[in-house]
């Protein structure tokens, strides 16, 4: 019979040397980025993908003082845009990590959007993930920016599978599959025209398993919803809605208090836990060497309408 092996056990026989590649090539693109546009800038939502990021932004652009702490500006400023249903947890996190940092933070709110009338709702409480698309535009319009960085990754979904590490976006901001250009010998076409914009993407080619890794190799703060804890929560259509304000539980459902922890972080309205013990970024490692479905295909309902559903996003301009 096999003896099950504790996680310090099994740790330490994974070969990190991978993360030092794939680190050096984040490192590469965020340069190319820097060195290629005007006015680029940095998506940071809280999420543990964008603080990756982040922390790779750091060690292309500053000097590191002591442990993790670095010394210097980013050559460009983060930008968030904020449905106004996001987590509370994730926003405080997101100020204090920037203020930490003394960064400039751009956010572009959906409820600007919703004032001008650029965005309407059928209900109060319908999501507004979709609409963020809307925000960032104006946002994007609003600053000039000609280069977004972005945390998505291609083994997250089929559409972002698709994606290059340099992703055109015509004057309307769309997305066109067919039209990406060729990215040979790490060599890639920056050139675009007046209106048109690019979305770099520096950690395309790493997984959730990479990410986490990462995170515990370069102790990188974390808001703590990633982590267990004990929320309630109700279940609905195989997934675990959190009992918010926004997503209040609907006449005969139960609701639970369960041990949870979140993969991904979003609006509330769309975005799901998993059952789990796991307290820290090691366990999580541990956790993700097991689970077969993606984070997004576990944990959030906007991507089950259908099969497409990101894809059709992405073409109006989303992430």
């Known amino acids: 019979m096999n003896a099950p092996l504790s996680i310090d056990k099994l740790l330490p026989s994974l070969d990190h040397g991978h993360l030092d590649h794939l680190e050096e090539e984040a490192i590469y693109i965020l340069r190319e980025v820097a060195g290629s546009f005007e006015r680029p800038a940095l998506l940071f939502s809280g999420g543990k993908d964008s603080c990756v990021v982040l922390r790779l932004a750091e060690r292309a652009f500053k000097q590191r003082a002591r442990g993790n702490q670095f010394e210097g500006r980013l050559p460009f400023p983060l930008l968030h845009v904020d449905t106004g249903h996001n987590f509370p947890e994730v926003i405080e996190f997101r100020d204090q990590r920037v203020a930490e940092m003394g960064e400039r933070l751009v956010v572009g709110h959906v409820d600007d959007s919703i004032a001008r009338g650029t965005v309407r709702l059928v209900h109060a409480l319908e999501s507004r993930n ?142 799901c836990p998993v059952e789990s013990d796991s307290a820290n970024a090691t366990e999580i490692v541990a956790e993700t060497l097991t689970v077969t479905v993606s984070e997004r295909g576990a944990t959030r309902m906007d991507d089950r309408t259908s099969d497409s559903s990101m894809e059709r996003r992405k073409k109006e301009g989303y992430f």
């Not at 600053?143 to 340099?166: P, S």
């Not at 004990?230 to 009992?243: C, D, M, Y």
Request: hydrophobic letters at 40%; glycine letters at 6%.
């Open 130 to 271: 979709g609409h963020q698309t809307v925000a960032l535009l104006e946002a994007i319009q609003a600053h000039r920016f000609d280069a977004l960085i972005g945390g998505a990754r291609r083994d997250e979904e089929k559409a972002r599978a698709k994606e290059r590490i340099f992703s055109h976006r015509d004057s309307f901001s769309q997305w066109l599959p067919k039209e990406q250009r060729p990215e040979l010998w790490t060599l890639f076409n920056t050139r675009h025209r007046l209106g048109e914009h690019f979305r770099s993407f520096p950690i395309s080619n790493w997984t959730e398993l990479d990410v986490w890794l990462y995170i515990a190799r370069e102790d990188i703060p974390l808001p703590g919803l990633y982590f267990a804890h004990q929320r309630e929560v109700i279940r609905r259509k195989g997934l675990l809605v959190p009992v918010t304000a926004v997503t209040p539980a609907q006449a005969g459902e139960t609701i639970e208090t369960v041990q949870v922890r979140f993969r991904t972080v979003g609006d509330m309205t769309c975005t």
